[in-house]
């Protein structure tokens, strides 16, 4: 006679019913602060190191327009390489400039004070800020810098996607142009 095996399936257990305590929402709160400011940081830091790198790889280029190509096409193509080198390294310091403060809807309904970071805080002073604290929620304030802060990230990482895409391109615009408009050779 064979026995067959149950398994116990999520449909079996009976639903719990848990409730983050006030104290685990707030950490929780807390460490997606850090990691949205993390992600902020490296995006940062991941646009200058690529910036860096781009414009080193200019010099080996210059060098490569200069020696293969015919000596009549070879301003052309550095005008060329030129104005493609600075519209790269334009979007790399787009991704390094700061985002706009995110739109007022993003907030709305929470209840925050916008206390977490001040846009303007000599326009607050120091007296207003120390009053408001005395009414401060502490979750809805950091849940609202939680979606601030995750507005920046993806702004971020939507800037320097782009950034990328046109490193890309910008090579590929030079090494067409090298052989299209500098007529070089190897």
Avoid at 71 to 97: E, K, N, P, S
Avoid at 108 to 113: I, V
Wanted: aromatic residues 10%.
């Amino acid at each position: 006679m064979e026995r067959l095996a149950t398994m116990t399936t999520t449909s079996d257990v009976p639903p719990v019913d848990v409730v983050a305590s006030k104290s685990e929402r707030l950490d929780f709160l807390k460490q997606v602060i850090g990691f949205n400011e993390a992600n902020v940081r490296s995006y940062d830091v991941k646009a200058q190191i690529s910036l860096a790198a781009f414009v080193l790889s200019g010099n080996p280029l210059i060098a490569i327009i200069n020696s293969a190509c015919a000596q009549d096409a070879v301003r052309r193509l550095l005008v060329i390489t030129l104005v493609v080198f600075i519209a790269t390294i334009l979007t790399y310091l787009w991704v390094l400039w700061p985002t706009p403060p995110p739109q007022e809807r993003l907030t709305e309904g929470l209840g925050a004070q916008g206390l977490f970071y001040l846009h303007d805080p000599l326009n607050m002073g120091g007296t207003a800020y120390f009053d408001r604290l005395k009414t401060l929620l502490l979750e809805p304030e950091l849940t609202a810098e939680v979606l601030k802060l995750s507005f920046i990230r993806k702004t971020k990482a939507r800037r320097f996607r782009f950034a990328l895409i046109v490193t890309l391109i910008a090579y590929v615009v030079v090494a067409v142009a090298f052989f299209a408009v500098g007529r070089c050779a190897f």
